[in-house]
């Protein structure tokens, strides 16, 4: 499975902005996929998952109510919306994926939330 994040860029704060991950190979078996992000010096940390079918998601406390996660199966693709943004969230944003018990990550894009 390969993994190609867009989307990312920057932004001032309470700005908005939409991730993309396109998913291709073996994109049958994909289950469950998710974003991550890692802030410099920190560690990297879940920010949203969804299941294979689309039906159940999850959220960091942190973007609760301002980011939404989705997929569109029919074209391996995954979203990450992200609405009033903060400074905080300013990190690189991994696409997440797995398949057969193995876990695929794309290179990441950018997010830069200016103040």
């Known amino acids: 499975v390969q993994l190609v994040e867009s989307g990312g860029g920057l932004v001032q704060a309470g700005g908005s902005l939409r991730l993309s991950c396109a998913a291709s190979?073996?994109?049958?078996?994909?289950?469950?996929m998710g974003w991550y992000r890692q802030a410099p010096g920190k560690q990297r940390e879940s920010v949203a998952t969804?299941?294979?079918?689309?039906?159940?998601?999850s959220y960091a406390d942190a973007v609760k109510g301002r980011f939404a996660i989705s997929r569109d199966n029919a074209k391996n693709t995954m979203y990450l919306q992200m609405n009033s943004l903060k400074p905080e969230d300013t990190a690189v944003y991994y696409c997440?994926?797995?398949?057969?018990?193995?876990?695929?990550w794309g290179q990441g894009t950018q997010v830069t939330v200016s103040s």
């Open positions: 997440n994926v797995w398949s057969w018990g193995v876990a695929y």
């Open positions: 190979g073996s994109t049958f078996s994909i289950n469950a």
């Open positions: 969804i299941t294979s079918g689309g039906g159940i998601t």
